[in-house]
């Protein structure tokens, strides 16, 4: 079904470049069963001309930002007027099946105890993709963070982050979830808030679904319904990435554990600059030895920068 006037789903895709894959999203949008939607595009002041793929959809309506706000900020402004029962956020390098939106909602209504449900993400081979994660405590941030990883791949600390023992067949609650696609009651958006704007880019899903088991409710993940998930593709176009990364991982540990938290973040940029240095030594890449160091410095100055906006 398309758009109604009473939409019983609400859902925001931000977008930044790759109008290919914002156009598939759109279509699958368009292709959706069982439920009426409203949706809104906040085009996030991409460089790449996206009008193209606004005239194919009429009954979308769009935002086209005069600067780069980030992934929050442009996900608080597309449900800012939001009328429906359920609220969706939506990535654009993601696309739904014909069921998913309203097999969503028949979970949540068959839980209600759930504040936000989360399907399946599978990539374009059809495997599932590891979009949950374990609490974000202080002391698994900075192990995974600071790069020991690179020495110890195999070390059950940073092995149990990807969650190996977890079912993708069972229905479950989880702690942490990627928002590829995540339907949420209405009640329970308004109870938990918008995401945190100053987290620019990343870590506000992580933040988000922590405030809303604090709030109590819980997060589900269903393995059907499915969407299908290309995977960062319009953020990897962004070569800020990794800079941002750092700053928004400072700002939520910050932001939760305080002092520890900012300490701890340093700390692990460092460490990483170092572990990251040492590999390519031991390794006998003397040359790209020095690029790197400088690199892991860079970014951990980076905490400290203001906002570009990309």
């Not at 195999?154 to 079912?167: E, H, Q, R, V």
């Not at 709030?215 to 290309?230: D, F, N, Q, S, T």
Request: glycine share 8%; aromatic share 10%; with cysteine.
């Amino acid at each position: 079904m398309s758009l109604a006037s009473t939409p019983r789903v609400s859902v925001v895709i931000p977008a930044y470049n790759r109008a290919d894959l914002l156009e598939r999203c759109l279509e699958s949008l368009r292709r959706s069963e069982g439920v009426n939607w409203d949706a809104v595009v906040v085009d996030n002041a991409s460089p790449e001309d996206l009008s193209g793929v606004r005239v194919q959809f009429p009954e979308v309506r769009w935002q086209r930002l005069p600067r780069n706000v980030g992934y929050a900020e442009a996900n608080n402004l597309g449900l800012s007027d939001a009328r429906g029962q359920y609220r969706c956020w939506l990535n654009s390098d993601a696309e739904l099946l014909p069921d998913t939106l309203s097999g969503l909602v028949r979970h949540l209504e068959a839980h209600a105890e759930w504040g936000a449900v989360t399907p399946c993400n599978i990539g374009p081979d059809g495997a599932p993709q590891h979009t949950l994660g374990p609490e974000h405590t202080l002391p698994m941030a900075w192990l995974r963070d600071s790069g020991l990883h690179l020495m110890l791949p195999g070390a059950p600390p940073f092995k149990n982050w990807l969650l190996p023992s977890f079912s993708f067949r069972k229905e479950q609650e989880v702690l942490t979830s990627q928002t590829t696609c995540l339907l949420m009651r209405r009640e329970a958006y308004l109870q938990t808030g918008e995401m945190d704007s100053a987290l620019f880019l990343f870590y506000n899903d992580v933040d988000w679904c922590r405030r809303l088991r604090l709030a109590g409710w819980k997060l589900g993940y269903v393995p059907e319904p499915r969407v299908i998930h290309h995977g960062s593709a319009s953020v990897d176009t962004a070569p800020w990435k990794e800079r941002q990364l750092w700053r928004d991982r400072y700002r939520f540990f910050t932001k939760w554990y305080g002092i520890a938290g900012a300490l701890g973040v340093r700390s692990a940029c460092f460490s990483r600059a170092v572990a990251r240095t040492l590999s390519h030594l031991v390794t006998g890449r003397w040359g790209t030895a020095r690029d790197v160091w400088k690199l892991g410095i860079d970014l951990c100055r980076a905490m400290d920068e203001p906002e570009n906006g990309g």
